[in-house]
């Protein structure tokens, strides 16, 4: 079943998602209030945006691929500006913490950094990737930062003690149903229960998903049934929801998972024209916002023009 809702469309999956759902209801009352707000916003040429990062506020945080910056976007007036210079060097993946704090996965510098968002200031560089590494993404727990290591079976943690004080980092060797074969590991989320995380894995099964128990790293791969991720990047999510952006086929995956992250049922697809290779996504008052990466654009430099959209969560689907 295909529905097009203006220039997003979203494919149900099991339930049908209907047309009342979709334009009312729960997207509608999350909506409410941001309704002005612009959906498609630029960032600063030759920026090669990869990650986002969203915290309790309306600005969004943009890495930086050419030069490791940040950029702030004003979600309410889509006007921005570049918060952290960057070393030259790449970011990937990033995260906001509760302390106003950017976590920074540095790709191949094999980095992770520690960023104040509101001035810039560097606060912490670790190296942990090694040579060819590459640190890939990171989700925030109660205690520790989590990094993706995309080119070995590992898992980067920087644990945070009291009152978010940063420590040093270590490395989580994964075992388990965990298959490694060249850059493999991207996008990293927690279970909805708190008790895992899941990442995935391009290796197994042409792209799936994989449940890690951070005690020990064992990994087991999330029971989707029929369902593949190739190509899957940035995860996002929301209660039991779960939001796989696969940039090749320009789409978002979204996935209904049980508390602990061990089994989940596709419920939709979120296609939009808007949509150019976007790589990682964050929420906003039931908005989904994701920066194009223009990847397979035949030119990027410092004058390739880049920018992110959004496109509203898809709500329950409407069951009985």
């Given at each position: 079943?295909?529905?097009?809702?203006?220039?997003?469309q979203?494919?149900?999956?099991?339930?049908?998602?209907?047309?009342?759902?979709?334009?009312?209801?729960?997207?509608?009352a999350?909506?409410?209030?941001?309704?002005?707000?612009?959906?498609r916003?630029?960032?600063?040429?030759?920026?090669?945006?990869?990650?986002i990062a969203?915290?309790?506020?309306?600005?969004?945080?943009?890495?930086?691929?050419?030069g490791?910056?940040?950029?702030?976007?004003?979600l309410?007036?889509?006007?921005?500006k570049?918060?952290h210079a960057?070393l030259?060097r790449q970011?990937?993946g990033?995260?906001?913490?509760?302390?106003?704090?950017?976590?920074?996965?540095?790709?191949?510098?094999?980095?992770?950094?520690?960023?104040?968002a509101?001035?810039?200031e560097?606060?912490?560089s670790?190296?942990?990737?090694?040579?060819g590494?590459f640190?890939?993404?990171?989700?925030l727990?109660?205690d520790?930062?989590?990094?993706?290591?995309?080119?070995?079976?590992?898992?980067h943690r920087?644990?945070?003690?009291?009152?978010?004080?940063?420590?040093?980092?270590?490395?989580i060797?994964l075992?388990?149903?965990?298959?490694?074969?060249?850059?493999?590991?991207?996008?990293i989320a927690?279970t909805p229960?708190?008790s895992?995380?899941l990442?995935?894995?391009?290796a197994?099964?042409?792209?799936?998903?994989?449940?890690?128990?951070?005690?020990?790293?064992?990994?087991?791969?999330?029971?989707?049934?029929?369902?593949?991720?190739?190509?899957?990047?940035?995860?996002?999510?929301?209660?039991?929801?779960?939001y796989?952006v696969?940039?090749?086929?320009?789409?978002?995956?979204?996935?209904?998972?049980?508390?602990?992250?061990?089994r989940?049922?596709?419920?939709?697809?979120?296609r939009?024209?808007?949509f150019d290779?976007?790589?990682?996504?964050a929420?906003?008052?039931g908005?989904?916002?994701?920066?194009?990466?223009?990847?397979?654009?035949?030119?990027?430099?410092?004058?390739t023009?880049?920018?992110?959209?959004?496109?509203?969560?898809v709500?329950?689907?409407?069951?009985?």
């Amino acid at each position: 079943m295909e529905r097009s809702l203006a220039r997003r469309q979203v494919l149900g999956a099991g339930a049908a998602l209907s047309a009342v759902a979709l334009l009312g209801g729960t997207a509608q009352a999350a909506d409410r209030g941001t309704r002005t707000w612009p959906t498609r916003f630029p960032l600063p040429d030759g920026w090669e945006p990869e990650g986002i990062a969203i915290g309790f506020a309306p600005y969004a945080y943009f890495g930086s691929i050419a030069g490791g910056g940040v950029y702030r976007v004003d979600l309410a007036t889509g006007e921005g500006k570049i918060v952290h210079a960057g070393l030259g060097r790449q970011t990937i993946g990033l995260k906001l913490d509760a302390w106003g704090r950017l976590f920074l996965a540095g790709g191949s510098s094999g980095e992770l950094r520690v960023v104040d968002a509101r001035t810039g200031e560097l606060l912490a560089s670790h190296a942990v990737g090694g040579t060819g590494g590459f640190v890939n993404d990171v989700v925030l727990t109660e205690d520790a930062a989590w990094f993706t290591e995309s080119f070995g079976a590992r898992l980067h943690r920087l644990p945070l003690g009291r009152r978010g004080r940063l420590a040093e980092p270590e490395t989580i060797e994964l075992g388990g149903d965990w298959v490694q074969s060249g850059f493999t590991a991207n996008g990293i989320a927690r279970t909805p229960d708190g008790s895992g995380l899941l990442v995935t894995n391009a290796a197994v099964d042409g792209g799936s998903l994989m449940r890690v128990d951070p005690r020990t790293g064992a990994a087991r791969q999330v029971d989707l049934g029929a369902t593949t991720l190739p190509g899957g990047d940035g995860l996002a999510l929301v209660g039991r929801t779960l939001y796989v952006v696969r940039p090749t086929p320009n789409q978002v995956d979204v996935i209904r998972l049980n508390r602990s992250g061990t089994r989940g049922t596709a419920i939709g697809v979120i296609r939009d024209d808007r949509f150019d290779l976007p790589t990682t996504a964050a929420v906003y008052r039931g908005r989904l916002y994701l920066p194009n990466s223009r990847f397979s654009a035949p030119v990027r430099d410092a004058d390739t023009p880049y920018d992110a959209v959004c496109v509203p969560l898809v709500p329950r689907p409407v069951t009985g």
